[in-house]
């Protein structure tokens, strides 16, 4: 297959193989061990600062600080969380999409992606708590059994919100932790060889052994929950990263749209649009790309990852950006037109405003900075350049602020009456909260830099070349006493091809030698998974059928508490709107489903399971960087060892590398 | 060292998992707890007063009218406290020598009002009038409960909104007729379920639609 033709093609140095790609990931925090990187958290902790200054004085005085008004009661607090969503669903959108579309680009970028959604929902889920009058009583805005007898409202937008966010945090978080688990056992086994390392040199009487060695390959292994990357693993691994991305997505477009629907189901002018939806959507995806990519760049740079993430990512996001900045564009030009051609005085009354009134700013920063700057990837050169494209991703994020504000307060700050039109300025201490949470994201970020693999191993290993060195792990093998008196755990293999692996199951599987079959390897083995029979892909209709219960119940619970229950007039609304109840119940079921699929992979998987004998496999730690194990296990009194290593080793081709037996 | 976790790892991680798990599931449990038990609500404790006065011996088993003392209770908002001279109208003649009715003397020579701790109290945002409620078939006792037979004085109730609201939803449930608001140890009659809407009409209780009404406590 030629170079150009592969989709797959320039996404990976050449050079790399198996284990230079887990080296290089996990190796990569040794590199933010430097001054750049304590400046970078000293600014990010300067604006924490801030951002505790602003909240303490918002407790002490009350939103007043933010110079809200009426008619701007939603000023920058709902400007600044929903751009902040609006990055954060973006962002997610990539990830999940890239995904379910089997985009091989997404190895480089999928979790700078999430984690950008799940530091921006974070920033973002601050907003709805703090913009309370009373921030102390947030937990009013849930349903619980309390003693006012009442519910919550919930055709209000702020139920919405608190639900939402908590459902964006729970499913955005149990997809980056689910990619994460693997990766987790990568670095656990790193830091696991580094104490053997150590051990040995304590040994041979030089060096000594560190506590923090061992405590951080601990930390790292409970993390990983015991991920042993063995191939049933691998494949509910698969099914869980793909519903969890399918929930995503179904979150992102209910939350997004949502939002914008409560705002175009108003009959105020500039929001009372079909097309708003939409154009909001498109925005907030352009921003949401914007900040991967720059976070991208970053993290190329910063951590030395030019092979894993190349040239063509960045171009692949440049004209994924474009894309997303000609929709753009596109919807600001039909809303201008169509205000135009058939829109009525205050409608044009609103487009002149946000073009030429005190707020035009903020049209002209979306146009200056979201919609212009993506033209220059038009050029391929430019696509290319990290530099052009970190920057144009920025630009693109703070383009997106000036829509979000455009949206909120030119409109809000002008109604039908001229008597409730009031001047709305920017306080201080607004700006403060908003460089505040900036603060909390980028030292979120920072710390994510310095401890967690910042390039998915498992991912980027999935489309990797091995380059098989034929040389065995050289584990010790387990002494004689071990072996030879104790009951066995079972026989295993040493290979470093998933290929040779795959032969030697179909070679062993015929035969009955009162063994069960695993194997293990630090990508997911689809030919073995093939040759020993998939589990049963019931993960999906669980998620499925948890979202839909969540669903309903959720939705049963509204209907009953504003139907029944607590029966109350809001302007004379249906007494059953379950419209209104759409958006909390969709979130919730996602919630739902993603929670169900977590706790069914664990399940499935029987993991957490810290200490298994599989882990006593002699060179056991390298099953998560570049060697391929099968295990056969003891399963009945046919169980004969001997005779399952001369079966190995009479493997007509890729014979194994190496073969134990594996002490119980 | 072959493994990093030894083999008793798991069932300490499991430990530690179900137990944050019970503790996750008892937090909200003891919460609501806690805020419904009376050492959140103070329903059932006695503070201590200036005068151990009984309400039991005075309006129980002395059968004073409640409105001797608590004067403004059909007329206004509040019920009243009632000024010293009330006590002294007769402790001036009986157990005028009394050590315990001390401070009272001392209030009247002095001229300085008994500062009792307050019982019931409701936030600043509530508007709750006693007039409208007596006037219109809710007796004492229905939220402050068997005052008679208190000997010293508690809050017979946590004047939570869900309290008010109960009885703002259905109020058919707790009206009596006019004769029986004084009556501290009324319960509802066999007949309630007839009787309580053919009240509820007279007194022109415009039933939980208007009750419920943010507007009818919060101004």
């Known amino acids: 297959m030629s170079g150009a033709l592969n989709p797959r093609a320039g996404l990976l140095g050449a050079d790399e193989d198996f284990a230079s790609i887990g080296r290089a990931v996990t190796g990569a925090s040794a590199r933010t061990r430097s001054r750049a990187w304590w400046i970078a958290f000293a600014g990010a902790c300067g604006l924490l600062g801030v951002f505790a200054a602003a909240l303490a004085w918002l407790l002490l005085n009350g939103v007043g600080i933010w110079h809200n008004n009426n008619p701007v009661v939603w000023a920058l607090d709902i400007v600044a969380y929903d751009w902040w969503i609006g990055i954060a669903c973006g962002a997610l959108l990539t990830s999940a999409t890239l995904r379910l579309s089997g985009a091989a680009w997404r190895s480089g970028i999928d979790r700078i992606a999430e984690t950008t959604a799940i530091l921006a929902a ?61 990766d987790f056992a990568a670095l656990r ?34 993390l990983a929950l015991g991920w042993r990357g063995a191939s049933t693993h691998w494949e509910r691994w698969l099914l869980a990263t793909r519903t969890l991305s399918g929930l995503a997505l179904v979150l992102v477009v209910s939350l997004q749209t949502g939002a914008s629907v409560m705002l175009s189901g108003s009959v105020l002018p500039g929001w009372h649009d079909t097309l708003l939806p939409v154009t909001f959507l498109a925005a907030s995806l352009l921003s949401g790309v914007g900040v991967t990519a720059a976070l991208t760049v970053l993290v190329r740079r910063a951590l030395g990852l030019e092979a894993l993430i190349t040239d063509r ?32 005085a205050y409608d044009r009354a609103v487009l002149v405003r946000r073009l030429s009134g005190t707020h035009a700013w903020a049209f002209w920063l979306i146009v200056v900075f979201a919609l212009l700057p993506v033209q220059l990837f038009w050029v391929s050169k430019l696509r290319r350049s990290g530099l052009v494209v970190a920057l144009v991703g920025l630009a693109a994020a703070i383009g997106s ?6 949206l909120l307060v030119v409109t809000l700050s002008h109604d039908f009456l001229p008597s409730s039109a009031h001047p709305y300025s920017m306080g201080a201490w607004g700006l403060a909260t908003l460089a505040g949470s900036i603060g909390l994201f980028l030292a979120l970020l920072l710390l994510g830099l310095r401890t967690l693999p910042m390039v998915s191993i498992a991912e980027t290993k999935r489309f990797a070349e091995s380059h098989p060195d034929g040389r065995p792990s050289g584990g010790p093998a387990p002494t004689l006493a071990e072996t030879a008196e104790a009951p066995l755990w079972g026989v295993s293999a ?47 209709l669980l998620a499925l059928g948890a979202a839909l219960a969540g669903f309903a119940a959720f939705m049963a619970l509204c209907l009953y508490a504003t139907g029944f229950d607590y029966v109350f007039d809001v302007g004379g609304r249906p007494r059953f709107s379950w419209q209104s109840f ?68 009479r493997l007509p081709e890729g014979r194994p590398l190496m073969v134990r037996r594996v002490p119980l | 060292m072959r493994q990093l976790f030894a083999p008793g790892a798991d069932a300490l991680l499991r430990l530690a998992l179900l137990t944050g798990a019970a503790c996750l599931a008892a937090l909200p449990v003891v919460g609501a707890g806690l805020v419904r038990s009376s050492y959140v609500t103070g329903v059932g404790v006695a503070p201590a007063q200036p005068v151990p006065f009984s309400h039991k011996h005075h309006a129980g088993e002395l059968k004073i009218d409640c409105r001797y003392c608590h004067t403004t209770v059909e007329t206004q908002a509040t019920a009243g406290i009632p000024p010293t001279h009330t006590c002294m109208t007769c402790h001036t003649q ?56 208190m ?4 809050r017979a109730n946590a004047f939570e909104m869900s309290f008010c609201l109960d009885c703002h939803r259905n109020p058919e449930k707790y009206v009596r007729p006019k004769d029986q608001i004084l009556n501290m140890t009324w319960t509802p009659p066999a007949n309630q379920a007839t009787l309580g809407p053919e009240l509820v009409h007279q007194y022109h209780i415009r039933g939980g639609e208007r009750l419920t009404e943010c507007g009818i406590c919060h101004r």
């Open chain 2, 94 to 149: 009986i157990w005028s020598g009394s050590d315990m009715l001390e401070p009272v003397r001392a209030s009247y020579a002095k001229d300085q009002p008994l500062v009792w701790t307050r019982l019931n109290k409701l936030p600043g945002y509530v508007y709750y009038n006693h007039a409208v409620h007596v006037t219109n078939g809710i007796g004492c006792s229905t939220c402050h409960g068997s005052v008679t037979d």
């Open chain 1, 401 to 406: 602020f000036g829509d979000h504000f455009m």
């Open chain 1, 494 to 540: 040493e290979f470093d091809e998933a290929g040779d692996l795959a032969t030697a199951v179909q070679a062993l599987k015929a035969r009955d030698f009162g063994a069960r079959i695993e194997t293990y390897g630090p990508v997911p083995m689809s030919r073995a998974a093939d040759l020993l029979g998939r589990p049963a892909g019931i993960l999906p």
């Open chain 1, 189 to 222: 086994d790193r830091a696991f060889e580094a104490v053997q390392g150590e051990i040995r040199e304590t040994d041979e009487g030089r060096g000594r052994r560190r506590r923090s060695t061992l405590l951080k390959a601990q930390a790292y292994g409970l």
């Open chain 1, 313 to 344: 990512h960045i171009a692949l996001l440049a004209r994924l950006m474009l894309g997303l900045g000609l929709a753009s564009t596109y919807c600001y030009a039909t809303e201008i037109f169509s205000s135009l051609l058939h829109g009525d």
């Open chain 1, 122 to 182: 974070a920033a973002a889920a601050l907003y709805p708590i703090i913009h309370l009058g009373r921030p102390w009583v947030f937990y009013w805005t849930l349903p619980y059994p309390n003693t006012l007898a009442l519910w919550p409202q919930f055709r209000s937008p702020l139920v919405w919100d608190a639900i939402d966010i908590i459902s964006f945090l729970g499913v955005c978080l149990g997809l980056w932790y689910v990619g994460l688990l693997p």
């Open chain 2, 151 to 154: 000997q010293l004085t508690y």
């Open chain 1, 582 to 649: 759409l958006v909390p119940s969709v979130s919730f079921g996602t919630l739902c489903g993603g929670l169900a699929t977590v706790l069914a992979l664990l399940f499935q998987n029987r993991l957490p399971r810290l200490n298994h004998p599989a882990f006593a496999i002699p060179g056991f730690v390298r099953a998560s960087e570049d060697r391929f194990f099968l295990t056969l296990e003891a399963a009945g009194p046919r169980f004969d060892p001997a005779r399952i290593e001369q079966a190995l080793a």
